[in-house]
């Protein structure tokens, strides 16, 4: 008899964790909860060119819940570019969804300070200086080192001197041809290529784990204040001779607003989607807002393959 008992509870078991589970599905209940949308912050974007017009663009934040993902552009704000004291007004072109003033060219060694009134918020602001361009001194062409047995990469040096103090750059290449071939009705057709070319640098302390665009940004700290020679792979064979074009490298001298801001966009944009990442912060200079205002000047050569 006490053997039956047991088998009873051994065979009804089961049977309870069946009715447990089931009990605990069948109770599931939707419950809605609202989320609080905040006021949106105004969102300022500026990037400051020596020798380019003025030009910012203003929208709203979204929530993140917000599933539209365009950013439509502030229309009727007043937006002023402060330089020693003088006001230059921003008007709001539709075209481009920017404000700009097409009377005054931005200069660099110049301090700039944008201000933004939009009704109901306080004055949003952010100052930005212009760096002086950098020019490049010297462009080396290196040869070709071999990768695997189907392709191989461009070796290029890059020189320029490095002004004293604390400096940042940001080092980019792009390939252009143009040529011209007949179609089938005996058409002459003119086509060209113009895309930007990865750069990845030798020496491992200018790496980093994101590349957007292909690249180089980084600062002086192992040449301040002395002449800087970067050795570079371009990611691809451009110096042949069925390779009719030009690499045209780009130096541009950048605030430190400027490398900031990208340097955590680089990473928030490198870890988008990785759930074990760390979240980034990206760098903002902007008072009563979100956004970046920075600065650069840039210097350019060419080398003909």
């Known amino acids: 008899m006490k053997m039956n ?11 309870k964790l069946v009715g447990v589970v089931f009990l605990f ?3 599931e209940t939707a419950v809605d909860i609202e989320i609080p949308f905040e006021k949106p912050q105004i969102t300022l974007n500026s990037n400051l060119r020596h020798n380019l017009f003025p030009s910012v663009r203003l929208t709203y934040s979204k929530h993140i819940l917000d599933n539209n993902w365009e950013f439509v552009p502030i229309k009727d704000a007043a937006v002023r570019l402060i330089h020693e004291g003088e006001a230059l007004p921003l008007a709001f072109v539709e075209e481009t969804g920017e404000y700009t003033n097409l009377n005054r060219l931005l200069v660099e060694g110049n301090e700039y300070r944008v201000e933004v009134e939009v009704e109901g918020y306080e004055t949003v602001t952010a100052t930005e200086i212009i760096p002086i361009s ?3 001194k010297d462009l080396i062409y290196q040869g070709k080192v071999k990768v695997d047995a189907w392709s191989s990469n461009d070796d290029v040096r890059i020189i320029f001197d490095d002004p004293e103090g604390e400096n940042y750059y940001e080092i980019s290449a792009e390939f252009y041809r143009q040529y011209t071939y007949i179609d089938q009705d005996g058409n002459t057709v003119y086509y060209e290529d113009n895309y930007p ?7 491992p302390t200018y790496e980093k784990d994101y590349n957007t665009d292909g690249e180089l940004l980084i600062d002086d ?5 002395r002449e800087a020679t970067i050795d570079l792979f371009l990611n691809g064979s451009y110096f042949s001779d069925d390779m009719e074009g030009e690499i045209k490298f780009t130096l541009k001298t950048v605030t430190r607003n400027y490398y900031l801001f990208h340097s955590t966009y680089g990473l928030q ?10 979240p980034v912060q990206v760098y903002t200079n902007i008072s009563n807002g979100i956004g970046i205002v920075m600065g650069e000047s840039i210097s350019v050569k060419r080398i003909d393959p």
């Open 197 to 203: 070319l990865y750069l990845e640098p030798k020496n």
């Open 269 to 278: 944009w490198w870890n988008e989607g990785d759930p074990f990442a760390q």
């Open 5 to 15: 008992k047991q088998l009873t509870w051994i065979f009804l078991a089961p049977l």
């Open 25 to 27: 599905f069948a109770c």
């Open 134 to 136: 950098v020019p490049i």
């Open 221 to 225: 700290k192992l040449f301040e204040g």
